[in-house]
Structure formats: C-alpha cells, structure tokens
C-alpha cells in the first residue's frame, strides 16, 4: 500500500497541535477512551525506535537504552495489538524478536554479551510467551516456535542454577566480568520463576511445575522475603552467603512473583498458590499512592492511595530513576491485569488500581509536542520527563483497562498454536548475525514506519471526534 504520508503527517500535526495541548482528558468510561490513549503512547514509544530503518539492527534500541529493554517493549506492542486491536507494529515486533534470538536460538546474541544478564534474556522469553500465548502470528517453518524460544531461554537457565552459595538461586549477571556477578537479584530469579510458572501452565509438563515450586521457596526462604508475603526485597549478596538483602522495592520484582503466582494458581488449582499470590499483593501497597497536587518540584505523595508510583527512584527524596526504571511500572500494570484474568477473586481490587493509575498518567500525556507522558503519575503536571520507558508505563496502564474485554491466556490444550519442544536451544543456526529467512532481514523503510504511524494517529483523530477524550 502506498501512503501519501507527507500530507497526512501535515494534518495529523495540525489536529495534534490543536488536540493534545492539555494531555489526555481520559474518559475511564469508555473503552475507545483508553484504546485512543493507548494508541497515542505506542506511537510516541515508536518514535525512539531506530531497528526498522534502513542500516539499522532490527530489535535494538538506540543508546542508552539496553537491549532487554527493547524485548520489554516488544512483549508490550504484543499486549497491545491483543487488547486494542492494531496490529500497525506486528511486523516489526516479529522481525525484532526473530533477529535477535541468538546463534543458539535461545536469546543470547553474542554481541550483547557484554551486558547480559539473566534477567535481560528472561525478558525476551517472556515476549516470546506472550506471543504464544496469545496467539500471535507464528514464525515461518525455518524458525523456533514462540514458546520453543521460551523454552530455549529456561534450558539455559536452569542449569545456572547456583547452589554452591546460598544454596540456589540465579545469579544477575551471566558472565563473570559482569559487575554483579556475585549478586543474586529476585527479578533474575524471580523471572525464572515467572518464565517456569508460564511453561508448566501452557505445556502441562510437570517438571517445569516442579520447578516453579523450587524457585519459589527458594525466593521465600532466602532473604528476599524473608518467608513473608508482604515484602520482595530487591537481591541478596553472595560475598556474604545470602545472609542479608538489599532493602529496595521495585515494582517489577512484586510484579514478577504475582505473576508467577497466578499462573500456578490458575494452572493447578491449588489453594496453596491461590493464597501466595492474594498475600502478594499486599506488597504492591508500597507502590500506590495518593496524588501529591500540581507541585513542582513535586511535593512527596503520601502513601495509601492508588497511583501506581516506583518509590524507589521517582519521588522527591531520590529522583533517581535511570533510563531503565521508568519502564518498571509497565510491567507491574502488565502482570497485574493478567493476573486479573487468572486468578478472579483480585480482579476488582486490581480494577480499581489500574483505572486509577491510568487516570492519573493521563494528566502526565502533555510534555514535549503537548503529548509525550512523563514519570509521575501522582502529580497533575507533567514533570519535564520523557522516553520509552514513561511512554511504556503509561500505554501500558491505559490498554490493561481493556483486559476484561479478552481472553484468557491459552494454552497447548486450549488454543494454543505455538508447538512445544522441551530440548530446544540446541541452535539452527539462523539467529542474529547470520538470519537466512529473507523474511527477517528485510528492511522495512523509515516511509512504511511514517505510514503505520499515520494510520494510528487518524484512528486516534477519529476516535477524538467520536467521544471528545481530549481537552481542547
């Protein structure tokens, strides 16, 4: 299809320009609301993206951003094709998430070796689940299955499992000239134990069952949790066997156990895990707050609300948030929608939290060209932040208001097309760097890029003129 985008992108600025001054004015009545919403923050996270241009590595991101950020952001444009409908990024996330399988098909690219860690290459497993999962378009035949990429990743780890110190447990880091090679992180173990939880309940195979019961107590015993639901710390040391944490709480490691949680509780039915991952939410209360006003420099918000925030790096006392951790907040939204899905009974309480959360991140959609989300969801102007990770979070928020609206995660029995094969990672030999498939490598242009873009900003035009979601 051939786009006259120039002119399109002359009326789509004008109508943003006069649209998008004041933000989103979210309407958490309506579904077209948040699917607008979510729409808007998709293309502006696109914009950083840099993999689908000619002379470009399909999957990565530009610096400073990190490569398992960029599989973080695939498995998010997966979600969102699933709970809005637009498939406009399809193509580029299956190009993104073939290319950088690895030589071994297994997620670990040998030019990312310098900064790989497990929980980096956890993340792109997880995309890969979410794929086969919910049922998107499979890899051609020459390819590993979604789920068999997954699976790849969980047969490296496994046997990384380190039981000469503090008697298990993943390390952070991969390799040993890795600063944090002696350090044992929850969202590396942690991610193992979502990825194992995920595998048991789409495959059905016992092993991985067991093995996310192993993960689990080992997370529970150490001093991570310190055998209490209520608390996810953030890692525990190796130089001192394990005997104390790092007191850090961070949205994704209380996001990753839930989810974990929930897969076993839906996958087995058994009230044991039901009752883990109720007590867990109770440490995601931490993150919810109340709004702190129209301060700048934000005022600090007092706690007991129900706006999501990463307090570890976002209110006033740290403000400190790397270009990593304004992504967390998507993840924490992501699972917690899901783990609506599974487990029923946390489903209104997770409803409230999200619709809240997001009506308060819409008031932060009017930085830069009047648009872009900013990091502080808890105070109502935008904070002069901006990048992939706050336009992650907030599209995430908006579009996991629509999880009621689809189905279930599948599995292999119950609608999954996404073939098992419990031996992979053993390599074809078609991973980055080498890509036979045609279908991988080719480029698609800065113009088809501009074209999709398009089409998603006239839908979200359309949509401004059918319901009135913007301020004016």
Known sequence: M??????????????????????INLDPTSPDSFKAAAKLCAYNMMTFYTGNQTGQVPGLLPQPYYWWEAGAMFGQLIH???????????????????????????????????????????????????????????????YPSWVALAQAVWNTQVPRWETTTCGGGLRWQIF?????YQYKNTISTGGLFQLTARLARYTGNQTYADWAEKTFDWLYNSPIMAQSLSK???????????????????????????MGAAYMANATGNQTWTDRVTGLM?????????TAGANNPPATPPPGGQIMCEVACETPATQTCNYDQPSFKAYLSRWLAVTAQLVPSLSANITTLLQESAKAAAVQCSGQNKNMCGRRWYQNVWDGEFGVGEQMSAMSVFQNNLISSVAPPVTLSKGGTSQSDPSAGSGTGTGSGINSDPAATSTIT??????A???????????VGGTSWMVI
Do not use: H
């Open 282 to 290: 109770a440490a995601t209360d931490v993150f919810f707050v109340q």
């Open 446 to 451: 800065t113009g088809d890029k501009a074209g």
């Open 2 to 23: 051939q786009f006259r985008w120039l002119e399109s992108l002359a009326v789509v600025g004008g109508l943003l320009s006069q649209g998008f001054a004041q933000g």
């Open 80 to 142: 969102y094709w699933n709970l809005v409908g637009d498939s406009s990024y399809n193509d580029v996330v299956k190009q993104a998430l073939l290319f950088q399988i690895g030589d071994q098909d297994n997620y670990m690219p040998q030019n990312q070796s310098k900064d790989l860690g497990n929980d980096d290459q956890v993340f792109w497993a997880f995309s890969a689940m979410d794929a086969a999962e919910l049922g998107f378009e499979n890899p051609d035949s020459n």
């Open 453 to 463: 873009g398009i089409l998603t900003l006239l839908s979200i035009v359309m949509v």
């Open 232 to 258: 996810v710390w953030d890692g525990t040391s190796m130089v001192n066997n394990c005997s104390d944490a790092t007191q850090t709480y961070w949205t994704y490691n209380v996001g990753t156990m839930i």
């Open 176 to 180: 040993p000239f890795n600063a944090g």
